[in-house]
């Protein structure tokens, strides 16, 4: 009886300080702050009457050697995509190769080209994922670098037409930078029976042979959002404590394009977290609403340097912009990770998942207000009394909120 007395003293004491420290949370976020334009004209715009004279969108940038380097989707009069190259000291003012980098040559890519790039680092090696395009099938493809310039090509890593809900092309790999579970993740883009474009998820060992992990869309478009007929990856996620963040690109039922952020699980890249109930980023500009393709902002690259997100986009199919947000706290991470042991140091506690509860899982609610059941939007709130639910697991998870 004693022992009952003294756990159950324990497991009330953890309890009323888990409660504290989630209405701490309340005021914590994600990685950056509100979005706004560094540049009000594009940072690149076609050229000349060659490879790039229709269109330069769509990029992946990465800060590499002291420098931005930028592969960006250029079209031609034929409408046929290469990637060009560029470099900047500053992330806003870029100085371009005067040829390609990677151009069409496989049967996969004939005609149509290579197209939106999307960039990953393990180790010395860059991974490229791009979409092959043969004027008949977009297909997910992957290319290796050691410098961003010269470039082995893996082939198709998903082929159209082909999954357990796909019916479509497949596009839009996005890599999450570090092993979860021991495998690699990586969010993509598929078409789904009803003909709209939603997100997949898959997971490899070897980053070429990839098994998609779930049986319908991880990401679901929504009925009247923004997202309302695509949900297609952006950029590579971002790793916080609290989990994957990974921004991405919607459009409603008009095709207008918006960017939205949704988190996934640290622990299980399957399990959605939080999305955005309205878009944080969307076509204002005359060059945003007027181009190849009217009302379009499209974000594949993302750099985090000097206090701030900078975020590449591609604006009406036709030109590269780039928009910024400050590091909203700590964002890195690293800076995530020391604060947390600063802090769990200061409270002289264990991690909660050392705590022993016999009976009892404490669900302590993410981000934007979770049950165990439902997914709410970024920013609700919860009250302290929905913060407990009660079930027959040994464990404790800890999360903290976010706001929009």
């Not at 979860?180 to 029976?193: R, V």
Request: proline content about 5%.
């Amino acid at each position: 009886m004693r022992n009952r007395s003294l756990r159950f003293s324990r497991f009330a004491a953890i309890a009323l300080l888990t409660i504290c420290t989630v209405a701490a949370g309340a005021g914590a976020s994600l990685p950056f702050a509100r979005w706004q334009r560094v540049s009000q004209t594009p940072i690149l715009s076609p050229q000349g009457t060659g490879w790039e004279s229709a269109g330069v969108f769509n990029p992946a940038v990465f800060f590499y050697d002291g420098k931005y380097v930028m592969l960006y989707r250029a079209q031609d009069a034929h409408g046929t995509s290469r990637l060009g190259y560029a470099e900047s000291e500053d992330g806003v003012h870029f100085v371009r190769d005067p040829e390609p980098v990677l151009s069409p040559e496989a049967e996969y890519e004939k005609d149509g080209g290579v197209e939106d790039p999307r960039l990953q680092r393990f180790g010395d090696t860059f991974y490229l994922t791009y979409t092959g395009y043969n004027k008949k099938d977009a297909q997910l493809c992957l290319a290796t670098s050691r410098d961003l310039r010269h470039w082995e090509r893996l082939g198709v890593i998903l082929p159209a037409h082909k999954g357990n809900w796909n019916v479509g092309w497949t596009k839009s790999g996005a890599i999450v930078p570090e092993k979860i579970d021991g495998k690699y993740w990586m969010y993509w883009l598929g078409t789904a029976a009803d003909k709209t474009d939603q997100m997949g998820l898959s997971y490899s060992t070897d980053l070429t042979h990839w098994t998609e992990a779930t049986s319908a869309p991880v990401l679901p478009r929504r009925a009247g959002k923004f997202d309302a007929r695509v949900v297609e990856p952006g950029p590579a996620p971002i790793i916080t404590r609290d989990g994957i963040v990974l921004i991405y690109n919607g459009a409603d039922e008009k095709l207008v394009y918006r960017t939205g952020v949704a988190v996934f699980d640290l622990r299980d890249p399957r399990t959605l977290l939080a999305r955005s109930e309205n878009a944080v980023f969307g076509p204002e500009l005359e060059w945003e609403k007027t181009g190849q393709v009217s009302n379009v902002v499209f974000v594949e690259g993302m750099v985090e340097k000097g206090g701030r997100y900078l975020f590449y986009y591609g604006g009406a199919d036709k030109y590269v912009g780039v928009a910024e947000a400050k590091i909203n706290g700590a964002a890195s991470s690293r800076h995530l990770e020391r604060e947390r042991k600063k802090k769990d140091a200061n409270l002289n506690i264990r991690h909660y998942n050392d705590f022993p509860v016999p009976s009892f899982r404490v669900w302590i609610l993410s981000m934007a207000g979770l049950s165990k059941r439902s997914v709410r939007p970024l920013g609700q709130a919860i009250s302290a009394q929905s913060i407990f639910v009660a079930g027959p697991r040994p464990k404790w998870t800890r999360m903290s909120l976010l706001e929009s």
